[in-house]
């Protein structure tokens, strides 16, 4: 799970590492930013509290999706190439990604993770976790009309469990599969 901060002061989004010089984060998150506006922190657990495992690492370019749109939030994501190779470590290392684009998820379990508002509405410096979130089909996806969640997103839910402003960017993880299913985009009503 990675941090990105405005500046290296503020969390803004989270984001996934890739691989040793990439990470994924939601479109919304960077865009009219430039590379220097966002440092990137990895191995992270309280940002309050830097440990020796933690990495943090300055951005060279942003690569928005081509068909990234801010009106619906259609193809919502962003490729972040970072300055310098990050050392993988048994804190630090890339997740895991589906080996096929066509896999129905519809049905899985998965796990959120970020450091977004908490229901009382505080900014958490511990990362949190959410098990047990159900992957639905799109179309059963009853907390939006039709035509919102597109072709290209899907729809995790469960009863009193919810992602918030913060947590856009991170990841929805099947641990069963160890694979990121889609890097998150806070939609909530209740945000």
């Known amino acids: 799970m990675a941090s990105l901060k405005f500046f ?18 939601a479109a919304h998150c960077v865009t009219r930013m ?7 922190v990895l191995g992270e657990h309280d ?27 259609n193809w919502d ?3 972040l190439k970072l300055k310098q190779r990050v ?11 589906p080996l096929n684009n066509d896999d129905d998820f519809t049905g899985a379990k998965a796990t959120i993770s970020g450091w977004g508002l908490t229901s009382n509405k505080s ?6 976790k ?27 839910s469960s009863k009193g469990k919810d992602t918030c402003q913060g947590d856009s960017g991170g990841n929805l993880v099947n641990i069963a599969t160890c694979c990121i299913i889609k890097s998150i985009l806070c939609r909530s009503p209740n945000c």
């Open 34 to 40: 430039l590379p220097y506006d966002i440092t990137v």
């Open 130 to 156: 959410v098990d047990g979130m159900d992957i639905l089909a799109n179309e059963n996806c009853g907390l939006y009309p039709p035509g919102v969640i597109m072709e290209n997103m899907l729809c995790s």
């Open 8 to 25: 290296g002061r503020f969390h803004f989004c989270g984001g996934s590492l890739i691989a040793d010089t990439w990470v994924i984060t």
């Open 47 to 73: 940002l309050k509290d830097f440990e020796d495992k933690t990495k943090i690492i300055e951005v060279l370019k942003i690569y928005q999706h081509p068909k990234y749109s801010r009106y619906d939030s």
């Open 123 to 128: 900014i958490p410096d511990i990362l949190q």
């Open 77 to 79: 994501m962003s490729l």
């Open 87 to 97: 050392e993988l470590t048994r804190e630090i290392s890339p997740v895991c990604l």
